[in-house]
């Protein structure tokens, strides 16, 4: 059974910095074979897609995070991380690692998806 832990979620005051990590056991489990991601869920909204990577390093970011988060992995630790700077209010969300994804092709280009499992969550709240 696959388990993934996430560590790093905090309270920082806006503009600050946070760094998400995720941690796949055992290690077997190659976190780097496959797409893996890091989503987010605010109260009363949907989850979000908010950085992927997929095994051939490709990154993809959500709209609103481009420039100030960085999705990266250390396959000798078989992890991921979330580098957030520039944090504002509203990215305040529990923030979920996902592993585990598929590359999915279409005519639009390539993104992950089908992430087949998650974290537990780390909570990230900025203030103003």
């Known amino acids: 059974q696959v388990q993934l832990v996430e560590s790093g979620g905090g309270s920082v005051q806006a503009g600050g910095s946070l760094r998400l990590s995720c941690t796949a056991s055992p290690f077997v489990y190659k976190m780097s074979e496959y797409c893996v991601g890091w989503f987010r869920q605010a109260p009363g909204k949907a989850r979000e897609e908010v950085a992927t990577?997929?095994?051939?390093?490709?990154?993809t970011y959500e709209d609103s995070v481009k420039g100030r988060f960085t999705i990266s992995q250390d396959n000798a630790k078989n992890t991921l991380y979330l580098q957030m700077n520039n944090l504002k209010p509203e990215d305040t969300a529990m923030y979920y690692c996902a592993a585990g994804g598929i590359v999915i092709v279409t005519m639009s280009g390539k993104s992950c998806g089908d992430f087949g499992y998650w974290g537990q969550g780390t909570q990230v709240t900025v203030s103003s």
């Open positions: 990577i997929d095994n051939e390093g490709d990154t």
